[in-house]
């Protein structure tokens, strides 16, 4: 069954300090893995979009890594912002139509 | 470049009532979809159109929810009768083509309650 998995639920962090969300990932055939970042009221925005010969992949303070092998994803913030403060989405591609596996997202509060 | 268009932007309805919504695509997008997105969770992918075809409706419940795309510009999502269950925000995304590598681009939701 395809499924993608994120920790944690929530996360709170001071401005400034950096974090690390965690994504695990089912999805076959694979194409790509992504990360959104979604706004309260909004919808999702790519953050970025890795494919399996893809280890690393940079947004300005935004670096994602991938590890196909044991089917592994992260997203690393640096430096963070108040808007950073978002729900950020670890996303699934499968096989040659691209259908989308969202996980459930992890909610980030980043406080003054 | 303007982004994908969705109305209204919230709806508040009684059970067993009816409602819909409108999605504008980006121009020139080909594929268009529609999730579903229940608080605290990743949207849930409804039906997936090309041009004017359905490519992937699995996941739509039928008997309640309908979706059409005219023309395979603008699309409209029905939902008949609502339950308390489908209070949610529903997403339109389009993307160029259907390729495992396209971006998406999601539109900024309606957000249904139902009462």
């Known amino acids: 069954k395809n499924q993608v998995e994120q920790s944690p639920q929530s996360l709170i962090i001071l401005e400034g300090k950096n974090c690390t969300l965690q994504?695990?990932?089912?999805?076959?055939?694979?194409?790509?893995l992504r990360w959104y970042k979604q706004d309260t009221g909004r919808g999702p925005v790519s953050l970025t979009i890795?494919?399996?010969?893809?280890n690393t992949k940079s947004n300005g303070r935004y670096t994602a890594t991938l590890d196909a092998d044991t089917k592994q994803s992260s997203l690393h913030i640096t430096a963070s912002q108040l808007s950073d403060s978002a729900s950020y989405i670890c996303?699934?591609?499968?096989?040659?139509?691209?259908?989308?596996?969202f996980g459930q997202g992890t909610t980030l509060q980043v406080k003054p | 470049e303007a982004g994908v268009a969705q109305s209204p932007r919230y709806k508040i309805i009684e059970k067993r009532q009816s409602v819909a919504f409108w999605c504008n695509p980006i121009s020139g997008h080909a594929t268009l979809y529609w999730y579903q997105q229940i608080l605290g969770q990743g949207p849930k992918l409804l039906i997936q159109f090309q041009n004017n075809g359905v490519v992937d409706d699995s996941q739509l419940p039928k008997d309640r929810f309908s979706a059409e795309r005219l023309k395979g510009v603008d699309s409209t999502l029905k939902i008949q009768p609502a339950k308390l269950e489908d209070s949610a925000v529903y997403l339109c995304?389009?993307?160029?083509?259907?390729?495992?590598?396209?971006?998406?681009?999601f539109g900024p939701g309606t957000r249904l309650t139902v009462l």
């Open positions: 994504c695990n990932y089912t999805v076959s055939p694979f194409s790509n």
């Open positions: 995304a389009s993307s160029p083509r259907q390729r495992s590598d396209n971006e998406q681009f």
């Open positions: 890795m494919t399996f010969s893809e």
């Open positions: 996303v699934g591609a499968s096989g040659n139509t691209g259908k989308l596996i």
